[in-house]
């Protein structure tokens, strides 16, 4: 069993920088699939970055803006988020897949200003 907790929301003006936090309980492997999701008020939940070993994959609309990265010796991933919209508000989630499996965090909010 997996356990994922987020860390590093907030609420931050339009143009502005924060960094997510995803701890890991247990190990996490190259081969697992990590991710970043949101969703906003209203809306599905939607992929804004994978990694897999050093592949990374983004959503279009953060694409250029967000960098996610991962240190599997500390069992921690990361997503940068630089140059912050008000419509990149959204509760951001945490994922590892493995095996087929998806395990979820609890969510932080990131709420951005205009």
């Known amino acids: 069993q997996v356990q994922l907790v987020e860390s590093g929301g907030g609420l931050v003006q339009a143009g502005g920088s924060l960094r997510l936090s995803c701890a890991a309980s247990g190990n996490i492997f190259a081969f697992d699939v990590m991710g970043w999701y949101r969703q906003a008020p209203g809306k599905q939940r939607e992929v804004v970055a994978t990694i897999m070993r050093d592949r990374t994959t983004y959503a279009d609309s953060v694409k250029g803006r967000f960098t996610i990265s991962r240190d599997n010796a500390k069992n921690m991933v990361y997503l940068q988020m630089n140059s912050l919209k008000p419509e990149d508000t959204a509760v951001y989630y945490c994922?590892?897949?493995?095996?087929?499996?998806?395990?979820w965090g609890q969510g932080t909010q990131v709420t951005v200003s205009s």
């Open positions: 994922n590892l897949r493995r095996d087929w499996v998806d395990y």
